[in-house]
């Protein structure tokens, strides 16, 4: 007898017993990846949550309040109290890192009119932004409170933040 050389891997082929190293692999890889993807659904319910804290630490009224994160998308759902109370939350969830898009499906207890929206750019100030949307700079306290309590301060906004323009009766 003498020393015979085999394809490491045929045994498992030929036979259907064990596994190949591609399979071990693959079935390696797959595993990583539903850890990942449960890991990423704990992320995600946990921003979720956080972001219904934050809502209700801000003294918004919805009942009901129901918050999905799914990737960069979050999904709100629950009764606002009014409309103003409604466009709040959906700059609350919008304006988080993270989170691209807001599919608002609340409903609201007390209808007005909706509220204008405006993305502020480099440049903008408050009283720049009011003189566009009510030809008149000294407005400036009018979006300021409807964007409270997410505004502290009139002169702390950055660009890429939304804000709510309401309109003035």
Not at 73 to 91: C, F, H, I, N, P
Request: no cysteine; charged share 30%.
């Amino acid at each position: 007898m003498g020393l015979f050389s085999f394809i490491k891997n045929a045994g498992a082929k030929v036979f259907g017993i064990g596994k190949t190293t591609e399979e071990e692999a693959a079935e390696a890889r797959a595993k990583a990846r539903r850890e990942a993807d449960a890991a990423e659904l704990k992320l995600e319910e946990a921003a979720a949550r956080n972001l219904e804290e934050t809502i209700n630490d801000l003294q918004l009224r919805v009942d009901n309040l129901y918050v999905v994160v799914d990737d960069e998308m979050a999904r709100v759902s629950g009764m606002a109290y009014d409309q103003a109370t409604k466009e709040k939350v959906v700059l609350v969830i919008g304006n988080t890192a993270g989170i691209s898009t807001v599919d608002d499906q609340m409903t609201v207890e007390h209808v007005e009119p909706e509220a204008q929206f405006h993305t502020v750019a480099s440049g903008d100030t408050l009283g720049k932004i009011a003189k566009h949307y009510y030809g008149n700079a000294m407005k400036y306290p009018e979006i300021f409170e409807a964007n409270k309590p997410m505004l502290t301060d009139p002169d702390k906004i950055y660009p890429g933040q939304v804000l709510r323009i309401p309109h003035l009766d």
